[in-house]
């Protein structure tokens, strides 16, 4: 059974976040096809990873730190509830990664205050994000099985998803406390390049950023490279 990528939007975005969410969302389908990302699917299992474009506040209901550019919601902290007077966490009951539009608008500040030239390559940068997000997710799901947060959680509480956790780290890259993160931005960028949106990066690049998302979206014009090849 195919892993698949499904776009949502937490808000409803405008001017830069709408543009850039846009691309975000029209290059799932493209990734969807990589054989690097199907091969992660288990079979048996029906493995739908949803792609969530919002901002500070999903950061905030996820304890993630507001400059994170995303993250794959696992589990958060624990969190007092005065009201029933007990602790509480939140613990993910699909296979949801963020991408925070609200980070993503330190693009065009940066742009403005160095009158930056070459654009296109912050957008692939920033279009990283989301193969970086889902590998995450994908990686979980290589060592649970497809298991969700919540499902581990059920096995074995928190402990269950802490040692889910490391189990990655160590395969990826050691055990190092943060050993995944080069695997998986050397993975991201490998798959992004080979799938590129290169016309939809250029449109944007050659935007002004205020003037984003300013007119309705040129219908994409990006061409698949086919066959995908991965060496
Ligand atoms: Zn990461």
Same mark, same amino acid.
Not at 23 to 40: N, S
Not at 76 to 91: A, I, L, T
Not at 194 to 202: F, G, N, Q, S
């Given at each position: 059974?195919?892993?698949?990528?499904?776009?949502?939007?937490?808000?409803?975005?405008?001017?830069?976040?709408?543009?850039?969410?846009? @691309?975000?969302?029209?290059?799932? $389908?493209?990734?969807?096809?990589?054989?690097?990302?199907?091969? +992660?699917?288990?079979?048996?299992?029906?493995?739908?990873? &949803?792609? !969530?474009?919002?901002?500070?506040?999903?950061?905030?209901?996820?304890?993630?730190?507001?400059?994170?550019?995303?993250?794959?919601?696992?589990? %958060?902290? @624990?969190?007092?509830?005065?009201?029933?007077?007990? +602790?509480?966490?939140?613990?993910?009951?699909?296979?949801?990664?963020?991408?925070?539009?609200?980070?993503?608008?330190?693009?065009?500040?940066?742009?403005? &205050?160095?009158?930056?030239? *070459? &654009?296109? %390559?912050?957008?692939?940068?920033?279009?990283?994000?989301?193969?970086?997000?889902?590998?995450?997710?994908?990686?979980? !799901?290589?060592?649970?099985?497809?298991?969700? $947060?919540?499902?581990?959680?059920?096995?074995?509480?928190?402990?269950?998803?802490?040692?889910? %956790?490391?189990?990655?780290?160590?395969? #990826?890259?050691?055990?190092?406390? *943060?050993?995944?993160?080069?695997?998986?931005?050397?993975?991201? &960028?490998?798959?992004?390049?080979?799938? @590129?949106?290169?016309?939809?990066?250029?449109?944007?690049?050659?935007?002004?950023?205020?003037?984003?998302?300013?007119?309705?979206?040129?219908?994409?014009?990006?061409? #698949?490279?086919?066959?995908?090849?991965? $060496?």
């Amino acid at each position: 059974m195919p892993i698949r990528l499904t776009a949502h939007f937490a808000r409803e975005f405008t001017g830069p976040q709408a543009a850039l969410a846009a @691309m975000g969302r029209d290059f799932l $389908p493209r990734l969807e096809e990589h054989p690097d990302i199907q091969a +992660y699917a288990v079979p048996g299992r029906d493995i739908e990873i &949803r792609v !969530i474009f919002g901002g500070r506040r999903e950061c905030r209901q996820w304890g993630v730190p507001a400059q994170a550019m995303g993250f794959h919601a696992v589990a %958060s902290k @624990m969190k007092w509830d005065g009201r029933r007077e007990e +602790y509480w966490r939140k613990v993910a009951d699909s296979h949801d990664v963020h991408v925070n539009m609200d980070a993503a608008m330190d693009i065009g500040e940066w742009w403005d &205050r160095n009158q930056v030239e *070459d &654009r296109e %390559s912050d957008l692939e940068s920033w279009l990283f994000t989301v193969p970086h997000e889902v590998l995450h997710a994908l990686e979980w !799901i290589r060592e649970t099985g497809g298991r969700t $947060p919540d499902e581990m959680f059920e096995e074995g509480d928190i402990d269950a998803i802490n040692r889910t %956790s490391r189990a990655i780290r160590t395969r #990826l890259n050691g055990g190092r406390p *943060d050993g995944d993160e080069d695997h998986i931005e050397f993975h991201a &960028r490998e798959v992004t390049y080979a799938t @590129m949106p290169k016309a939809t990066i250029e449109r944007l690049g050659a935007t002004p950023w205020g003037e984003l998302g300013a007119a309705p979206a040129a219908p994409a014009t990006d061409a #698949l490279p086919s066959p995908v090849r991965t $060496p």
